[in-house]
């Protein structure tokens, strides 16, 4: 989550624009500055995005005030409306009566970036209730699940030979895979237009995540039928890459999944030519359902343990099965080795989960 200490000039001058228009009483639970210029992200062009937040049911609003700092713009909400998001975070994103809107979702990360105008003591409270963690999790749960169902639907395209459907569902997988793993490093935002901020003071321009995720949306192809496919294989690596890494960090911190280019890339100049080099197919992936595993590949999905998900995740592009079985020696894996790697890898190759 990302907040920039603010002037306090800005906010006496934001604060008297809301007041001129919107008064102190008793009906107002508070007011709060968010948006872009909390954010540290605006630009010559940003406004001053406000908020006043009544007490009782009031019909949205937005008020336009132009100031000597720029254009304020004011938005009326009713208390109700953030009792009912901060309700259904708690619920979890699993809970159908807990869905929450993209709007809702956008409005908890302003608050939850906001700075008080006027009442910071109800403010604050409402703000400890409406907990950034929480909400982090609810966006990458929802991130995750979008997603899966994007790429999901651009194989089924593929199958049934409509390239250009499948291209526009694999363009959304990327850009909500790196969504996901900006929710799980803890980002609270679902905008858009500032996604590669995000990403550059997260992770960094460098980040190999970020460098594929630049590449891959510059990239996509328009008429060559060989070339649309092989975007989809490699935004099916990318999208395995991010999954790999965030239910390494759930399951297993210790096997230290990270994103090497063999992984994000998968390219086989990328990996030394060594006999018996395990490489996992591009579209097969894990995924987190209901609190039970399952691999997604060509063949319809199955479920599987935590220990055959600890020899996926060290399935790595340029290791062999025997070295992941030294890695399986190492003293870290006492309580949690699992006893059927053979075994294990034998079915991921007849299911074509690896090549």
Known sequence: MMKKVIDNTIVTAVAAAVHSRIPPTEKIAFSYLSGSVTEGLATPKSDYDAYVVMREPVEETEIQVATEIGMVEITLLSLQTFIAISSKLSMGYSNREGVLTLYELHLAHRLVTGVALHNQAEFSKLQTKINSRELSSYLAQFS????????????????????????????????????????????????????????????????????????????????????????????????????????????????????????????????????????????????????????????????????FLLIWLLIDNESTEGDISLRLEESIWDQSRPKNLSANISQLKERGLIL
């Open 144 to 307: 995750a699940a979008f997603a899966e169902k994007c790429y999901s639907d651009a194989f089924g395209n593929l199958l049934a030979n409509d390239e250009d459907s499948a291209i526009f569902n694999a363009d959304r997988t990327v850009h909500l895979a790196l969504d996901l793993l900006l929710a799980h490093k803890g980002n609270t935002s679902s905008l858009v237009k500032w996604r590669s901020r995000y990403a550059k003071a997260i992770l960094s321009e460098a980040h190999p995540v970020f460098i594929r995720y630049m590449d891959l949306i510059s990239a996509m192809p328009s008429h060559n039928r060989r070339r649309k496919r092989e975007y989809i294989a490699h935004v099916g690596r990318f999208w395995q890459s991010v999954l790999d890494y965030v239910h390494a960090q759930k399951y297993f911190p210790n096997a230290h999944v990270e994103f090497t280019e063999a992984r994000v890339y998968g390219r086989d100049e990328l990996v030394e030519h060594r006999p018996g080099v395990l490489k996992k197919a591009p579209w097969a992936r894990v995924i987190d359902k209901d609190h039970k595993l399952y691999i997604v590949g060509h063949t319809p999905l199955f479920e599987i343990s935590r220990d």
